[in-house]
C-alpha cells in the first residue's frame, strides 16, 4: 500500500500538473469504485482543482466551492498520468479523470476491488473522512511522546495505525523500528522517554529520506513503479536476507494480510517473535532465540 513518501511524490506530481486546471469529465470504468452518492461525477465538471492534499492514507483532490475527489488506494490502486485523453485502461482500469492538460488514470491490479473513490462536497463532510492520526514531520517530540503513550498499542500497531499517526504503514514502520533499534511489540508503556526520543528521530528521518529518494528517482517523470518493496529497504520485504546493520538475517512474522520484518539480534536482544501460525504449529520445537534458529 503506498504510504507517506510515495504519496507525498503522488501529490508533488499531481500539483504540478493539475493546479488550476479544469476537469472535463469522469469516466468510470468500474461501478464498485465510487463510493458515495451525492454529489454525482457530473457536477464536478467544468471546476477547477484548487489543492491536491492528502488525508491520512488518502489523496484529496480540492476543486472550486469546496467540491472534493477523495481517492484511496489501499492496496493494488494506483494512478498514471497521460497528457491526451485516454479511456481507463480495460483490465486494470478503474476510473479516467479527463482534464483539459491531459488524463489521470486509476487503476487497480486486484481482483478484490478494495480502492475507493469519494466524491465529497464541504468542508465539514471531508473532516467525517480524517481518521484524526498526527503528521509525524509537523508535530514535535513532545507531542508525539504523548500521543503515542496514549496508545494502548504495540510499538508497530501504534505507528501503523491511522486513528494515532497518519501515513505511516507496515512498509515504513519496519524501516523505522529498525533504525530506531526497537522491538515492533515493544509497548510505549513500557518505554522510557530516551527510548521515544530515538523513535521519534527515526521516524522523522526514515520518512524524509524515503522522500528525498523517492522523488529524486522519479524526477520529472509521473511515479510509475509505486511499491511498499523497494530494494533499497533495510528490512521490509527482505526476509533471510542480511541486516544490513548486523548481517544477521532478517525474521518475519505473518499476521492476516500485514507482516512485520524485524532483525533479532538489532532490535530484540536475538529473541525471535513468535509468529501465531508457526510457533502454533512447531510448539516446543519453535526456536526461541537466533542462535537456536542458527543451530
Known sequence: MPELPDLTIYLEHLNQRLAG???????LASPFVLRSVTPGVDAFADRRVVSCKRLAKQLVLGFEDDFFMVIHLMIS???????????????LGLAAFE????????TEASKKK????????????????????LEVLQIDRPTFIDRIRESNH????????????????????????????????????????????????????????????LREENGSTFPKKVTAFHDQMAVHGKYKQPCPVCGSPVQRIVYAENEANYCAKCQTGSRLLADRSLSRLLKDNWPKRLEDLEG
Not at 83 to 91: C, E, M, V, Y
Not at 114 to 132: C, F, K, T, Y
Not at 179 to 204: D, G, H, Q, T
Request: net charge positive; aromatic share 8%.
Open 21 to 27: 486546471k479544469k476537469l472535463v469529465k469522469v469516466h
Open 99 to 106: 482534464f483539459e492538460n491531459g488524463t489521470l488514470l486509476f
Open 77 to 91: 490502486g494506483r494512478l498514471q498520468w497521460a497528457d491526451t485523453f485516454k479511456p481507463p485502461p480495460k483490465r
Open 154 to 213: 504495540t510499538l508497530k500497531r501504534a505507528l501503523t495505525d491511522q486513528h494515532v499517526f497518519a501515513g505511516i504503514g507496515n512498509a515504513y514502520s519496519d524501516e523505522i523500528l529498525l533504525r530506531a533499534m526497537l522491538s515492533p511489540f515493544k509497548r510505549p508503556s513500557a518505554m522510557k522517554e530516551p527510548e521515544l526520543e530515538v523513535l521519534y528521530n527515526a521516524c522523522c528521518e526514515v520518512l524524509k529520506e524515503w522522500c528525498d529518494r
Open 114 to 133: 478494495r480502492a475507493s473513490l469519494r466524491l465529497i462536497e464541504g468542508q465539514a463532510a471531508l473532516e467525517e473522512l480524517d481518521p484524526g492520526g
